[in-house]
T-cell receptor, first 116, second 110 residues
Framework: NAGVMQNPRHLVRRRGQEARLRCSPVKGHSHVYWYRQLPEEGLKFMVYLQKENIIDESGMPKERFSAEFPKEGPSILRIQQVVRGDSAAYFC??????????????FGSGTQLSVL | LAKTTQPISMDSYEGQEVNITCSHNNIATNDYITWYQQFPSQGPRFIIQGYKTKVTNEVASLFIPADRKSSTLSLPRVSLSDTAVYYCLVGVVNTDKLIFGTGTRLQVFP
C-alpha cells in the first residue's frame, strides 16, 4: 500500500533552467495539494488540484509556476526559468476527497530543489 | 480563515509529558482541529484530530475546551524521537486549502 510518492528526492538546477517535480498520490486519492517550505519555516500552500482541474492556485506565483494533475499519471509542479529564491522543499499531499471538515492529508517525503 | 497561534518552540526531557497549546479564536462551528508532526527532511504526518472535549489515540491526546477557541496536544512520556515540529490546523469549511502555521519546534533532551 504505497503512500504519496514524490520524485526526484533531490533536484539541482542552474538559474534559468526548468524544474519538474512529480507526485503520485495514494492510490484512489483524487485530490492533490502542493506546499513549499523554506528552511526553518512552515509549509506554504501553493495549489490544490483534482483530476484534470485546478481548484485553487492562490498560493502559487502567477509567473513561471504551473501545476497539473492529468487523468492518467502523476501530478506535476513545473517551475520555469528557476531562480535562487525557488530553492526550497516542495511537498505534495493527497486526500481521498476535498478539504471538507475532518479531512486528513497524506504527505510525500518532498523534493528538495536547489538552484545554483 | 481560522488563524492558529502556537508557541515557536518548546524544550522537554525524556519521560516527561509535553503539552502544546494552539489558539484559534475564530474557529467556525463545523471546523475540526488537526495536528501534524514533521521530522526534518520529511513531509508532515497526521497525529490526531478532534472536534470537542477529548480525543486519545496510541500516540497523543487532544484536549478541546467547550468554547473551542484553543486546543492542547498532549504527548505522554516523550522520547528523543519525538523531537519534531508540531503543526495545529483548523479546517475551514467551504474553502479549498488547509493552512499550516509556523508550528512548534519541540526539542527533547536526554
Amino acid at each position: 500500500n504505497a503512500g504519496v510518492m514524490q520524485n526526484p528526492r533531490h533536484l539541482v538546477r542552474r538559474r534559468g533552467q526548468e524544474a519538474r517535480l512529480r507526485c503520485s498520490p495514494v492510490k484512489g486519492h483524487s485530490h492533490v495539494y502542493w506546499y513549499r517550505q523554506l528552511p526553518e519555516e512552515g509549509l506554504k500552500f501553493m495549489v490544490y488540484l483534482q483530476k484534470e482541474n485546478i481548484i485553487d492556485e492562490s498560493g502559487m506565483p502567477k509567473e513561471r509556476f504551473s501545476a497539473e494533475f492529468p487523468k492518467e499519471g502523476p501530478s506535476i509542479l513545473r517551475i520555469q526559468q528557476v531562480v535562487r529564491g525557488d530553492s526550497a522543499a516542495y511537498f505534495c499531499a493527497s486526500s481521498p476527497s476535498g478539504p471538507s471538515t475532518g479531512e486528513k492529508l497524506f504527505f510525500g517525503s518532498g523534493t528538495q530543489l536547489s538552484v545554483l | 480563515l481560522a488563524k492558529t497561534t502556537q508557541p515557536i518552540s518548546m524544550d522537554s526531557y525524556e519521560g516527561q509529558e509535553v503539552n502544546i497549546t494552539c489558539s484559534h479564536n475564530n474557529i467556525a462551528t463545523n471546523d475540526y482541529i488537526t495536528w501534524y508532526q514533521q521530522f526534518p527532511s520529511q513531509g508532515p504526518r497526521f497525529i490526531i484530530q478532534g472536534y470537542k472535549t477529548k480525543v486519545t489515540n496510541e500516540v497523543a491526546s487532544l484536549f478541546i475546551p467547550a468554547d473551542r477557541k484553543s486546543s492542547t496536544l498532549s504527548l505522554p512520556r516523550v522520547s528523543l524521537s519525538d523531537t519534531a515540529v508540531y503543526y495545529c490546523l483548523v479546517g475551514v469549511v467551504n474553502t479549498d486549502k488547509l493552512i499550516f502555521g509556523t508550528g512548534t519546534r519541540l526539542q527533547v533532551f536526554p
